[in-house]
C-alpha cells in the first residue's frame, strides 16, 4: 500500500513559478514510478509528468515541456514538480499517482493517487 500526499499549491499570477511536492509514506520508493496528473474544471484529468523510480527517466506533457521539471529525493520519499512560467490554463487540481510500472504511469492507470492540491494561475 501507497499513501501519497501533495501539497505546495496556491494562488500565483501568470508568470510566476511553483513547486509541488508529493510525499509518499512506502517502505522502498525507489520501487515505484511517479507521476503528476492535473484536472480543471470540465475537463477529462491529463497527464503532465512522471519520473521513474531511479529519477533517471523523465517524461513530460507537450503543454508543460521547458516549463516544468519532475525530480525525486528517495531518501525522502518525495516528488517534486517545479513549474515556472505558470500561465492560466495550467489552472487544475494537480495529482500525484504512483505504480511500480512507469508505462502504467503514463498511460494514466496507476495504483495509487494522491488527494489532489488546487493550483490556481490569475493572468
Known amino acids: 500500500q501507497v499513501q501519497l500526499v501533495e501539497s505546495g499549491g496556491g494562488l500565483v499570477q501568470a508568470g510566476d513559478s511553483l513547486r509541488l511536492s508529493c510525499a509518499a509514506s512506502?517502505?522502498?520508493?525507489?520501487?515505484?514510478?511517479v507521476g503528476w496528473f492535473r484536472q480543471a474544471p470540465g475537463k477529462e484529468r491529463e497527464f503532465v509528468a512522471t519520473?521513474?523510480?531511479?529519477?533517471?527517466?523523465?517524461y513530460y506533457a507537450d503543454s508543460v515541456k521547458g516549463r516544468f521539471t519532475i525530480s525525486r529525493d528517495n531518501t525522502g520519499n518525495t516528488v517534486y514538480l517545479q513549474m515556472n512560467s505558470l500561465k492560466p490554463e495550467d489552472t487544475a487540481v494537480y495529482y500525484c499517482?504512483?505504480?511500480?510500472?512507469?508505462?502504467?504511469?503514463?498511460?494514466?492507470?496507476?495504483?495509487?493517487w494522491g488527494q489532489g492540491t488546487q493550483v490556481t494561475v490569475s493572468s
Open positions: 512506502v517502505r522502498t520508493f525507489s520501487d515505484y514510478a
Open positions: 499517482a504512483a505504480d511500480v510500472s512507469l508505462y502504467t504511469v503514463r498511460s494514466g492507470r496507476p495504483d495509487y
Open positions: 519520473i521513474s523510480g531511479s529519477g533517471g527517466n523523465t
